[in-house]
Nanobody, 122 residues
Framework: QVHLVESGGGLAQAGGSLRLSCAASGRTFSLYAVGWFRQAPGKEREFVAAIIWSGGRTYYADSVKARFSISKDNAKNTVYLQMNSLKPEDTASYYC???????????????WGQGTQVTVSS
C-alpha cells in the first residue's frame, strides 16, 4: 500500500504561483510514476503532469506545458507541482496519483490522494 497526502493548495491571483506537494508513504519502492490530475466542477478529471519515480522523465498536458513544472525529492518521498502564470481556468481540485500505469497520462494509477483545492481569481 502507498498513502498519498497533498498540500499547498489555496487561493492565488491570475499570474501568480502556487506549489503543490504530494508526500508518499508506505511501499514507495513499488512505484513507477507519480502524476497530478485536476478536476473542475462539472468537468471530467484530466491529466496535468507526471514524473517517473526512478528516472525522472516528465510529462505534461499541453494546457500547462511551460507554466507548470513537476519535480521530486526521493529522499523525502515527495513530488512537487510548481504552478506559475496561473489562470482562472486552472481552478480545480488537484489530485496526486501513484502506481504503475501502462500509460502515465491515463487514469490507470493505483493510489490516489484526497485532493487539494486551487482557486485562481481574475
Amino acid at each position: 500500500q502507498v498513502h498519498l497526502v497533498e498540500s499547498g493548495g489555496g487561493l492565488a491571483q491570475a499570474g501568480g504561483s502556487l506549489r503543490l506537494s504530494c508526500a508518499a508513504s508506505g511501499r514507495t519502492f513499488s512505484l513507477y510514476a507519480v502524476g497530478w490530475f485536476r478536476q473542475a466542477p462539472g468537468k471530467e478529471r484530466e491529466f496535468v503532469a507526471a514524473i517517473i519515480w526512478s528516472g525522472g522523465r516528465t510529462y505534461y498536458a499541453d494546457s500547462v506545458k511551460a507554466r507548470f513544472s513537476i519535480s521530486k525529492d526521493n529522499a523525502k518521498n515527495t513530488v512537487y507541482l510548481q504552478m506559475n502564470s496561473l489562470k482562472p481556468e486552472d481552478t480545480a481540485s488537484y489530485y496526486c496519483a501513484a502506481g504503475r500505469p501502462a500509460v502515465v497520462t491515463s487514469y490507470d494509477y493505483t493510489y490516489w490522494g484526497q485532493g487539494t483545492q486551487v482557486t485562481v481569481s481574475s
